[in-house]
Every structure is written in structure tokens, then in C-alpha cells.
């Protein structure tokens, strides 16, 4: 009996090792004035918005990030994306719209160009920029240099994209009824190869390996790919907080939980993904962004804030 319980607190002690965190937090700065209520990062360049302004902040020097532009836009702003380092597309549901650099004087000094597009949501793999939209699909425009664009298909067979990413030749994204699967090996003729319409509240999604996690309400989903045709459940993690925000980088998942925080979740194992770190910034953690081994949160009208991790 004494061996049995010494074996099994031996257990414990060693998953309780195995759940620690082999790398540390560490806060860098907090910048306020801004109402962040999404963060984005390119070449360390961060991209601050609320639903009609974007401020654009360098962070060569990570504890001292410097305002470089700021913008206006008419109507609501849906998603933005960088090219080339100083190209920005920005998308709302307006056709007008109209985005303008806030007057500056001599306080900013980069110098950004602006590309409108109709849509929701959008991602970028190379020269391709995809445009998803509630109620037209997903365009598919090659962008080239940032110069001219040529619209080469429009995907429309399942409505309400909510949010998707693209690795070549495949996009998984979610819509109003869950996840889906679309061939663009193609890119003129995207064809639909696989549905799961088992996920209720599904709003963001990220993909690491064969494996595709999705934020749905509290609940993280875990799906695998490995058979592209036939997706399947592999685990399903529920928190306390909704989660705002999914990031995945290095088999570690990143969820922005609002006034729960951010945490760091292992996920080596899939099918047992483990809780290892949560840290609280100085606001509610609203939006997530990673780059190198940093951490930027969005925390509304608290402002944004920096974190290395390493």
C-alpha cells in the first residue's frame, strides 16, 4: 500500500513538471491613448485599430514602440492587412469608402499607402489576397506588387465565412453552420470538398500541422485534417471566459480570455492540449498578435501592451 501511494504521488509530481512552462512572460510596456480593439503585426510594424481609426506603431525598439501613421475611415473598418511593409488593404461593407492619414505635422514619419476592398474578413498568402464576405463568398484577387490586382474567382457556395486562413491549396474557414474545406488548387474554379456542421458558436479558427483549433464561444475544438475529405472531432476544451482571440505558434496555442487573460496552452498532444501559462495584462485581453518572441494584446481603452516570451 505505502508503495502504491508513493508511486502514485510520484505520478502527480511529474505531470505536475510536465504542465510547467519552460519559458517565462516578461512585460515590456504598456502604450495608452488608443482605443485597441485589434492588434496585427508585420516585419515589427503593429497595427492598431477600432471600428474607424488605424494607428500603426514601430517597434524597433520594443520597449519604446513609435507612432508612425495614423488613419480615418468613413465607415466601419472589418479587417486590415499588410504588404510589403507599407502597403495596408483595408475592408469594410462600403464600396465608397474613403480612408485618410490623420494630419499629422512632423509627429508621424513613415509614409503608407491604402487599398479599399468590399468584404469581412481577409487573408493573404503571397501575391493572392482572399476577401471573404457574409453574402458574397470569398473573392480570390491576385494583388502582384500592390500596383494592379486581378480578380481571378469568386467562391459562393457556403455563406456567412466568419473567419478562415489559407495554406495553399486549401482554405478552411468557418460559416454560419461550422467548418469547411475548400480546394483552390484551382484558383479560377474553388470547389468545396469537405463540411462539419457539428460546431455551434464557431467565430475564429487557426492551423498548426494536420490539426485546425477553433474558438467557439468557451469552448476550444480541436479538429483533425489529416484526411482532408474527412475531418474529425479530436478534442473539445472548455474555459470560463469566452475566448476573444486564437493565435497558435511553436505547438503553443495563445487565447485572449478578456478578463481572464491570456493563456498559454501545449498543444504537443492534440488530443490532451494543457494548460501552462496565464498571465493578466493591465486591461481586458480583447485581441492577440505574435511575432518572434513577442506578444502584443489589445486591451480597448486600456490601451495595447507588449510581452516577451522566451
Request: contains cysteine; glycine residues 6%.
Amino acid at each position: 500500500m505505502k508503495s502504491l501511494l508513493i508511486s502514485l504521488l510520484a505520478f502527480l509530481l511529474c505531470s505536475g513538471l510536465a504542465a510547467i512552462d519552460n519559458r517565462f512572460v516578461y512585460p515590456l510596456g504598456q502604450v495608452k491613448g488608443v482605443d485597441a480593439q485589434n492588434i496585427h503585426v508585420s516585419d515589427s510594424q503593429i497595427l492598431i485599430r477600432d471600428a474607424y481609426n488605424i494607428w500603426i506603431y514601430s517597434t524597433f525598439n520594443a520597449w519604446q514602440p513609435r507612432l508612425e501613421a495614423g488613419f480615418h475611415s468613413d465607415f466601419r473598418i472589418e479587417d486590415v492587412d499588410f504588404q510589403a511593409g507599407n502597403l495596408i488593404y483595408v475592408s469594410s461593407q462600403e464600396a465608397s469608402n474613403t480612408v485618410t492619414q490623420i494630419d499629422s505635422l512632423s509627429q508621424f514619419s513613415r509614409i503608407y499607402f491604402i487599398n479599399t476592398v468590399i468584404g469581412d474578413k481577409m487573408s493573404r498568402e503571397g501575391s493572392t489576397l482572399y476577401v471573404a464576405d457574409r453574402y458574397r463568398g470569398i473573392d480570390i484577387i491576385n494583388i502582384g506588387h500592390g500596383g494592379t490586382s486581378e480578380h481571378l474567382a469568386n467562391f459562393a457556395e457556403k455563406w456567412g465565412i466568419r473567419d478562415f486562413v489559407v495554406e495553399y491549396p486549401y482554405i478552411y474557414a468557418l460559416n454560419d453552420f461550422g467548418f469547411i474545406t475548400v480546394d483552390i488548387s484551382n484558383q479560377s474554379f474553388p470547389l468545396s470538398i469537405a463540411t462539419n456542421y457539428q460546431i455551434s458558436e464557431a467565430t475564429q479558427l487557426v492551423k498548426s500541422g494536420s490539426n485546425v483549433y477553433i474558438a467557439a464561444g468557451k469552448e476550444l475544438i480541436v479538429i483533425s485534417i489529416d484526411q482532408i475529405d474527412k475531418p474529425t472531432l479530436v478534442s473539445q476544451t472548455a474555459f470560463f471566459n469566452q475566448i476573444q482571440s486564437i493565435e497558435v505558434k511553436d505547438n503553443r496555442l495563445f487565447l485572449a480570455l478578456g478578463q481572464g487573460g491570456v493563456k498559454i496552452i501545449d498543444i504537443s498532444n492534440p488530443s490532451r492540449p494543457r494548460d501552462i501559462h496565464t498571465f493578466y495584462p493591465p486591461g481586458s485581453a480583447l485581441d492577440i498578435a505574435l511575432e518572434n518572441e513577442y506578444i502584443y494584446v489589445a486591451m480597448g481603452k486600456d490601451g495595447w501592451s507588449i510581452y516577451e516570451y522566451r
